[in-house]
Structures are given as C-alpha cells and as structure tokens.
C-alpha cells in the first residue's frame, strides 16, 4: 500500500469513541435546520402532538418530524420510504434527529396532517428572510413551472381527445367487422373459434364507445370543456417538448432577484401564464401583510439561518386554487402549442421594512 492514502481500520477500537457532532461542521446547512426549527412554536403554528398526552405510546415530537422533512427537500429526497432509509444511514439525519429513524408511515402521515402548519411554517420562515434584510431589492422574478398529478394522461378527457378516441374505436369496430367476414366466409372450426373472439372483442368496443359519447357530454358541459376523472381539479396543460403534455398543476413562484429568495408562491390549474402576474402581485400582497403581524421569535439563531439555502421551502405542499372557466382556447388543450410557453416577468415590488 506504499505511495497510496490510506484509510484507518475499521476494526481499530479507541479508548474514547468519536463524537457524532465531530462529523458536522459548523457550516453545515443542518445547523441552520436545527436552529430554526428549535426557534419555531410549534404549537402556534398548529402541529399537531405539539403537547404530548398523557396517555397511551408516545411519540415522535413534531420538531424532529419537521426537521428530516425540511432536510428531504433540502436534499430533494421527497419520498417517505427513501427518507426512512436515509434516517438509518446519513450521518447528517443521524445527528439532525438523534439517531431517531421512523417509519415511512409515520413520516407520510406527518406530512398529509401538518399541512397547513408547514405553510405557516414557511411564513415564518419568510418572516426571517425579511428581518435578515434579505428582501431588501425592489424587484422579484416571477415565473411559473408544470408540476405531474396524480392522474393518468388517459383518465383525463377534452373535446379534442374524446374526438380522437371515438374516431380510434370506430376504426377498431370497422376493422374486426371486415375480419369476421372473412371468418365467415372461409369457415372451418379455427374459424368458428376465431370469429368468436372477434365478437367479443367488438361488443368491449360498442361499451367503450358508449361511455365516451357519456363522457363528450359532460364534456362540453363543463365550464372549462375539460374533465379529470382520479384528481377532479388537475388540467391537461402542454410542456415545451412536442407530444409530452401533462395532467397537472401549474406553480406560480415569486423569487427575490438577489438571493434567490421564494417570497410567495401559488397553485393553480391553468395551463399557461399569461394571466398569472396580477392575481401573484395580490398573493404577495395579502401575505405580506399577514407576516407582518408575525415576529422572528429567537433573535440568536439569525446567524445560523443566514447559511441555510431557501430551496428547502421551495417545495412545501399548497392547495390549489380553482381557476376561472377558460375556453379550450386558453392554452388548456394538449394540441395549443402557446401554452409550452414560459413565462419570466420581473415586477418591481416595494421592500418591506423591518
């Protein structure tokens, strides 16, 4: 091993065993998680098992819950079961947490019941930014991005998609019609057997072309001609690639232009951004004026917020609003290539004071 770095052995023992604080430097953006965590009033901020009972198994406190799900954004570990494993063996959520690992389950349930809590959580956090005089420029960039819903490309329906679909089934019924004639004509047990099937398979079709004459009814009723059957209030909206639309939901972020800062953000089902900029400059409004009654509550963990990147909140879960009817026009349809667009406008906003 002459002329190589080489590595301890992992069999030594030590009369002291190493610190785990050791591992994590005073820059580390964890430090800035637990310092702002262990600043917050949970209980305030609505999370729920704030105050534990008295009774019955306890439970994880609501902090550390919060802490590995900031540091999965952070990280862009978003997935429960991923952040179960890295619970057990990062050495950063080992020490986040205390060498605590819960479940998948329990870090899902977390998430689907704290929801508005973490909300609150990033107004605070928001809060912070603007007593740290990070907001301090007079110009935000707002810009929108398609998010997937949790809802098949096939259970949604248009006016142009059932239109195609009933098109595809009639060819299908016109092309085993002609084949069972064909069977008919030539005969002979394999035939016979053949020919079977094939009415089989027309008489799914006649039942899949009657649900989507059904279906192109509600269709053309509904205020924005479009219907999603799994999330009722996801919308068919096109991407920049040819072909490659989603069903999903379209994100509105404010961002401060010098620190890269989320000052506000919304959701909302329309497919493009060309009517997003007045109703954000009243999202920001409204919020600002509703941090303002809200004060950092510990002064001395500003210097280790000031590390920590903002990405962390980026992502946090929002309900979305329901847009106004729009004609089929607007950019909702997969085939509307204007809506690929992106949109990137700088507003000028005035700086709030601290």
Same mark, same amino acid.
């Given at each position: 091993?002459?002329?190589?770095?080489?590595?301890?052995?992992?069999?030594?023992?030590?009369?002291?065993?190493?610190?785990?604080?050791?591992?994590?430097?005073?820059?580390?953006?964890?430090?800035?998680?637990?310092?702002?965590?262990?600043?917050?009033?949970?209980?305030?901020?609505?999370?729920?098992?704030?105050?534990?009972?008295?009774?019955?198994?306890?439970?994880?406190?609501?902090?550390?819950?919060?802490?590995?799900?900031?540091?999965?954004?952070?990280?862009?570990?978003?997935?429960? !079961? =991923?952040?179960? =494993?890295?619970?057990? =063996?990062?050495?950063?959520?080992?020490?986040?947490?205390?060498?605590?690992?819960?479940?998948?389950?329990?870090?899902?349930?977390?998430? =689907?019941?704290?929801?508005?809590?973490?909300?609150? *959580?990033?107004?605070?956090?928001? *809060?912070?930014?603007?007593?740290?005089?990070?907001? *301090?420029?007079?110009?935000?960039?707002?810009?929108?991005?398609?998010?997937?819903?949790?809802?098949?490309?096939?259970?949604?329906?248009?006016?142009?998609?059932?239109?195609?679909?009933?098109?595809?089934?009639?060819?299908?019924?016109?092309?085993?019609?002609?084949?069972?004639?064909?069977?008919? !004509?030539?005969?002979?047990?394999?035939?016979?057997?053949?020919?079977?099937?094939?009415?089989?398979?027309?008489?799914?079709?006649?039942?899949?072309?009657?649900?989507?004459?059904?279906?192109?009814?509600?269709?053309?009723?509904?205020?924005?001609?479009?219907?999603?059957?799994?999330?009722?209030?996801?919308?068919?909206?096109?991407?920049?690639?040819?072909?490659?639309?989603?069903?999903?939901?379209?994100?509105?972020?404010?961002?401060?232009?010098?620190?890269?800062?989320?000052?506000?953000?919304?959701?909302?089902?329309?497919?493009?951004?060309?009517?997003?900029?007045?109703?954000?400059?009243?999202?920001?409004? !409204?919020?600002?004026?509703?941090?303002?009654?809200?004060?950092?509550?510990?002064?001395?963990?500003?210097?280790?917020?000031?590390?920590?990147?903002?990405?962390?909140?980026?992502?946090?879960?929002?309900?979305?609003?329901?847009?106004?009817?729009?004609?089929?026009?607007?950019?909702?349809?997969?085939?509307?290539?204007?809506?690929?667009?992106?949109?990137? *406008?700088?507003?000028?906003?005035?700086?709030?004071?601290?």
């Amino acid at each position: 091993m002459a002329r190589y770095i080489e590595g301890r052995n992992r069999s030594q023992s030590f009369l002291l065993p190493e610190n785990i604080d050791d591992y994590i430097n005073q820059e580390n953006p964890v430090r800035a998680v637990e310092a702002f965590v262990d600043a917050l009033d949970l209980a305030q901020l609505g999370f729920g098992r704030a105050v534990p009972a008295d009774t019955g198994r306890p439970s994880y406190h609501p902090s550390t819950m919060l802490k590995i799900y900031l540091y999965g954004y952070l990280n862009r570990i978003q997935s429960s !079961r =991923r952040l179960e =494993r890295e619970a057990g =063996r990062n050495l950063e959520l080992m020490w986040l947490t205390g060498r605590l690992a819960p479940d998948f389950k329990t870090m899902a349930e977390f998430r =689907r019941e704290n929801g508005s809590a973490i909300r609150a *959580t990033c107004c605070q956090f928001v *809060t912070l930014c603007r007593s740290l005089d990070l907001f *301090t420029q007079a110009v935000v960039a707002v810009d929108g991005s398609k998010f997937k819903a949790v809802n098949n490309r096939d259970k949604n329906f248009t006016v142009a998609k059932v239109g195609k679909r009933l098109e595809q089934v009639d060819a299908s019924i016109a092309r085993h019609l002609a084949t069972l004639d064909r069977a008919d !004509r030539e005969g002979g047990d394999v035939t016979q057997a053949k020919a079977s099937r094939l009415k089989e398979k027309i008489e799914g079709l006649r039942g899949q072309m009657q649900f989507l004459k059904e279906m192109q009814r509600a269709v053309e009723a509904a205020p924005d001609q479009q219907i999603s059957l799994t999330d009722p209030d996801a919308r068919s909206m096109a991407t920049s690639g040819r072909g490659t639309g989603i069903v999903g939901y379209n994100v509105q972020t404010a961002v401060d232009i010098k620190h890269h800062l989320i000052v506000a953000h919304d959701v909302t089902n329309e497919g493009h951004d060309r009517t997003q900029l007045v109703p954000m400059g009243s999202v920001r409004s !409204r919020r600002q004026a509703a941090q303002k009654s809200l004060s950092w509550p510990t002064a001395a963990t500003s210097t280790a917020i000031r590390c920590w990147p903002a990405r962390a909140l980026a992502c946090c879960p929002a309900s979305p609003r329901r847009s106004r009817p729009a004609a089929p026009s607007a950019g909702s349809l997969p085939g509307d290539t204007s809506s690929t667009m992106q949109q990137r *406008t700088i507003i000028p906003v005035r700086p709030a004071s601290t």
